[in-house]
C-alpha cells in the first residue's frame, strides 16, 4: 500500500508512528483512539481498504508500475551521465 500514499500523507503518517510508540509506552486509552482514527484514513483495516477500493491484486499490480517507473527514472539518469553532486565538495 505504500505507493499508494503520496508525499503529502507522510507528516500523517509520521504522527502515527509517535502515536503507536505512545501507546506502548503509556497504554492510554486516547492514545488509542486517536491511532484507530488515523489507521482508518490510510486504509490499514479492512473496512477502510474497501472504502478506499483498494484490492490486494490493485496494489500488487501499482507497486510494479512504480518499481517500473523507478528503473526509468534510473536508467535516464545513469544514460545522461548525472553529475554526483558530492564531487562538489571535493573541489
Do not use: C
Request: proline share 3%; charged share 40%.
Amino acid at each position: 500500500m505504500n505507493s499508494e500514499y503520496i508525499r503529502g500523507d507522510e507528516p500523517a503518517l509520521l504522527r502515527l508512528l509517535f502515536l503507536h510508540d505512545q501507546y506502548w509506552k503509556r497504554r492510554s486509552l486516547e492514545v488509542a483512539k486517536e491511532i484507530r482514527l488515523l489507521e482508518k484514513e490510510f486504509g490499514l483495516t479492512p473496512m477502510s481498504r474497501r472504502r478506499l477500493e483498494w484490492t490486494i491484486g490493485e496494489v500488487n499490480e501499482a507497486k510494479e508500475k512504480h518499481e517500473v517507473n523507478r528503473a526509468k527514472r534510473a536508467r535516464k539518469m545513469i544514460d545522461a551521465k548525472a553529475v554526483d553532486p558530492r564531487e562538489v565538495l571535493d573541489q
